[in-house]
């Protein structure tokens, strides 16, 4: 049974910084980290940042230059460095990893930044 855990997030005033973390586990396959993804109340799950061919990171608009994505294939394990953090960063962050062409995700992380 694959897993995928977040971790790292909390409540934090803006111009903060958190780190967060993910960790994947249980498979004999190579498990890719892949994103980072957030979803606000009352609003789609959208991307915050992703690995994608090679070495290329996608970053979203709103995020660039504040946030920093990294992972550690050896460990499965993925992290997302958020500084400069603002109110409307509030959201559930969600890891996503990948086996193949299948799609793994966490239960998240709560981020709140209060202004």
């Known amino acids: 049974q694959v897993q995928v855990v977040e971790s790292g997030g909390g409540l934090v005033q803006a111009g903060g910084s958190l780190r967060l973390s993910c960790a994947a586990s249980?498979?004999?396959?190579?498990?890719?980290?892949m994103g980072w993804y957030r979803q606000a109340p009352g609003k789609q799950r959208e991307l915050v940042a992703r690995?994608?061919?090679?070495?290329?990171?996608n970053y979203a608009d709103s995020v660039k230059g504040r946030f920093t994505i990294s992972r550690d294939n050896a460990k499965n394990t993925g992290y997302l460095q958020m500084n400069s953090l603002k109110p409307e960063d509030t959201a559930v962050y969600y890891c996503?990893?990948?086996?193949?062409?299948?799609?793994?995700w966490g239960q998240g992380t709560q981020v709140t930044v209060s202004s």
């Open positions: 249980g498979s004999i396959f190579r498990i890719n980290i």
């Open positions: 690995f994608t061919s090679g070495s290329d990171i």
């Open positions: 996503n990893a990948q086996i193949y062409t299948y799609d793994y």
